[in-house]
């Protein structure tokens, strides 16, 4: 990856953000797209989202549940593809200031992130359904895309004007138009004017349109609006794949399949949320762990519950995390996942096998000091040339969560040669030597009959 300038550098060391989905589509309970999913009349939704009036709201409490979440940002939906915004626009009445709330929600999220010490982020989705020429596009209803296209750009140019320092900006529903029908690389240019640091993802349209005949790639597919001149960071979605060459960040739902507040939702694990994020960070990108605030707008209890089981379990384990590096040095997936940081490696064991040994293979650099950083005890350890085994492991697991073995070396972590590639990879010719220890005979005791 090219080097990381230093305004950027608190994206790639924070490792895990909050995503909220939020707006009138909550009341609906359906995720955040029942506008379009359920050819909902336009005019009784805009009746609803226009009475929309969540009580309940107190982004503080939001805040509050990302700092001790373990959270370092948080990106929130200040206009989805339904067009109503959250925050007081000039250019529309369609918003939460002009209507039954009348306030400014994004502004008030703004506030209280920020106030706890958090990196604060707008997704906005160039889309909005409501507008005919979205749908008919410049060649058929040119005029009609010069003006909603000129009402994207005085929103965004209106967000990053009138709220204060916003680092992350997240687009979304650039689809089916391109870069050069929204005018991306004029809205890129103006937003670095404003906010010279501020990240931007990579959901701004595709550069080309597709072949004739070719299908073009909606929002979230893979490749999704990719654009390789615009975008600072890739934003993979239900998937948690590295990209190389430039910041990544996975955007995972904590349910199982929609952004939206849902009624009778299933909820993930915290185990497995944590595994997410923790995966993440292994392969050296960022996990932005998605909620859907109820109609009301307050967290959903479930979310709240694992997203603080997490928080605690960073309380301890957070070096392991935040600030990592990419760490998958050795063969470790019957176990867990690795990250490193300078001299460390963090072994993040998924599964406790309750042996009290365990041994890792492959590692090339000394280990000066092992410890189970879940209770702070240092571990009496061995190592050879191949094999580390660590000693004195309590049975029962030390956490409901994943513990976790850092391990002091006397030098940045690496792989002994044959251990550098992965069982498929690499040249097998490797392995030959290992295989023939035995002799050479297909029969158990190595001698050719
Ligand atoms: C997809 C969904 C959209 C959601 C986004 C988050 O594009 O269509 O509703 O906001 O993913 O990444």
């Excluded at 320092?165 to 029908?181: E, L, M």
């Excluded at 939206?260 to 497995?272: F, H, K, M, S």
Aim: proline residues 6%.
């Amino acid at each position: 990856m090219k080097t990381i300038p230093d305004h950027w550098k608190w994206f790639y060391e924070s490792r895990y953000g909050m995503f909220i989905h939020w707006g009138p589509y909550a009341v609906i309970g359906h995720g955040e797209q029942p506008l379009f999913r359920e050819r909902l009349d336009q005019r009784e939704y805009t009746e609803m989202a226009c009475k929309w009036r969540p009580k309940k709201f107190d982004a503080k409490k939001w805040a509050a549940v990302a700092k001790a979440g373990g959270m370092k940002y948080a990106v929130l939906t200040g206009r989805h593809h339904d067009g109503f915004c959250l925050w007081d626009s000039k250019y529309t009445d369609y918003s939460s200031a002009k209507q039954a709330p009348k306030r400014d929600f994004v502004r008030e999220y703004l506030d209280a992130f920020r106030a706890a010490g958090l990196r604060v982020g707008l997704y906005y989705s160039l889309l909005d359904w409501r507008i005919p020429a979205y749908w008919e596009g410049p060649q058929h209803d040119p005029a009609g895309w010069d003006t909603f296209c000129q009402y994207v750009h005085n929103q965004v140019r209106e967000l990053l004007t009138d709220y204060g320092k916003i680092d992350v900006f997240w687009f979304d529903g650039a689809w089916p138009h391109s870069a050069q029908t929204w005018r991306s690389y004029e809205l890129v240019k103006m937003m670095r004017s404003l906010q010279p640091h501020i990240l931007i993802n990579n959901r701004l349209g595709a550069i080309e349109k597709p072949a004739p005949g070719t299908q073009a790639a909606a929002d979230g597919g893979a490749g999704a609006g990719e654009l390789k001149e615009l975008g600072d960071f890739g934003t993979p979605e239900h998937h948690i794949t590295a990209e190389s060459g430039r910041m990544w960040e996975s955007c995972q739902v904590s349910t199982w399949r929609l952004w939206g507040y849902t009624i009778g939702e299933r909820w993930r694990p915290a185990d497995l949320l944590l595994d997410m994020l923790v995966e993440a960070a292994g392969k050296g990108g960022n996990l932005i762990m998605n909620v859907g605030p109820t109609p009301d707008g307050e967290l959903p209890r479930e979310f709240v519950r694992r997203a603080k089981a997490i928080g605690q379990w960073l309380a301890v384990h957070g070096e392991a995390i935040h600030g990592s590096e990419p760490g998958e040095v050795c063969e470790f997936i019957t176990c867990g996942r690795q990250t490193k940081k300078g001299n460390n490696l963090y072994l993040i064991i998924r599964f406790w096998d309750r042996r009290p040994t365990l041994t890792l293979a492959g590692l090339e650099t000394r280990v000066k000091k092992a410890t189970l950083l879940t209770t702070g005890k240092k571990l009496a350890f061995t190592q050879s040339a191949d094999y580390l085994t660590l000693k004195g492991l309590p049975a029962e697991p030390p956490t409901d969560l994943f513990p976790v073995i850092k391990l002091e070396c006397d030098g940045p972590p690496q792989a002994r040669p044959w251990a550098v590639h992965r069982l498929w990879q690499g040249d097998p010719r490797r392995m030959t030597a290992w295989a023939a220890a035995r002799g050479t005979s297909v029969w158990a005791d190595g001698k050719t009959r």
